[in-house]
């Protein structure tokens, strides 16, 4: 399966990811696929939006003290929801499908996610830390919501402008 990432300002970014109700073997050999592309892109965390596949699932691996992603700690969540927040707590962000761009982004210090793994099994996760963080970030996407949309007016005008450059910056190197 070959998968590209979906980058800004594409339009399929905004829209909201489709529950799924099949957790069949396509689903598993999406997942499948995800993750070493994942990790092939330097990513810690990747929406099935983000390679266009509207639906709800997304895929984790925090890296360890050595900066390693053992495939053991992989995290693949299907049709999540945070039925608990506390705290707040920012850090510096940035995104597959926004690259190059990073900016400090204020979300929720601790969470409690209820989602289901890829056999439909119904689970339950507390997170802190740079799990809870990430965690939320890709859920913002199946929502349609990019990192950059968090920002202030201000800081939102600065990307733009800087955006706008590096993509003609791209264009004049083709």
Same mark, same amino acid.
């Given at each position: ?76 969540? #299907? ?8 705290? @707040? ?21 601790? #969470? ?25 970030? @890709? ?36």
């Amino acid at each position: 399966m070959q998968l590209t990432i979906v980058e800004y300002p594409d339009k399929r970014l905004k829209n909201k990811s489709k529950e799924i109700k099949n957790f069949d073997a396509e689903l598993h050999k999406l997942l499948d696929a995800m993750h070493p592309f994942m990790i092939e892109t330097n990513g810690i965390g990747l929406a099935a939006i983000q390679v266009n596949y509207p639906i709800r699932a997304l895929i984790l691996n925090i890296p360890n003290e050595d900066g390693e992603q053992p495939p053991e700690n992989l995290l693949e969540v #299907i049709n999540p929801v945070i039925t608990a927040k506390s705290g @707040e707590t920012s850090y510096q962000e940035g995104c597959l499908s926004v690259p190059k761009f990073y900016e400090d982004v204020t979300r929720y210090e601790k #969470i409690t996610l209820h989602y289901q793994d890829r056999y439909g099994n119904t689970k339950t996760l507390e997170a802190d830390d740079l799990l809870a963080i990430a965690l939320q970030h @890709e859920i913002d996407h199946l929502e349609g919501i990019l990192f950059i949309d968090h920002l202030s007016y201000s800081r939102r005008k600065k990307f733009e402008k800087e955006y706008k450059r590096m993509l003609k910056e791209r264009k004049q190197k083709k």
